[in-house]
């Protein structure tokens, strides 16, 4: 499985901006897609997930102002965020799993920058 993301860039404090992620390869078998992030001097951290099903889980700084949603034909995860704050600014990475054979897929990391 290849992910590719992309959609960062760079936005003034209470903006918003949309990340994308297409997965291929043997991504017929995803069971769960997630965008983590990454602060300079930070470790990563999750942000969204959505299983298959459509459950999702938001860690609470994303919570209620970033919503994570899923095109399963194009194979696809998306990452709407409204509200950034500078706090928001970090690497982005996309992430999938194929729990059927316990393996990990991430892509590069597409970096967001909220200017205060």
């Known amino acids: 499985v290849q992910l590719q993301a992309f959609g960062g860039g760079l936005v003034q404090n209470g903006g918003s901006l949309r990340l994308s992620c297409a997965a291929s390869g043997n991504a017929a078998t995803i069971n769960r897609m997630a965008w983590y992030r990454q602060a300079p001097g930070k470790e990563r951290e999750l942000v969204a997930a959505?299983?298959?099903?459509?459950?999702?889980d938001y860690a609470e700084p994303a919570a209620g102002r970033f919503t994570i949603s899923r095109d399963y034909a194009k194979r696809a995860v998306y990452l709407q965020m409204d509200s950034l704050i500078p706090e928001d600014t970090a690497l982005y990475y996309c992430y999938a799993l194929r729990s059927i054979v316990r393996q990990e897929y991430w892509g590069q990391g597409t970096l967001v920058t909220v200017s205060s």
């Open positions: 959505i299983d298959n099903d459509g459950t999702t």
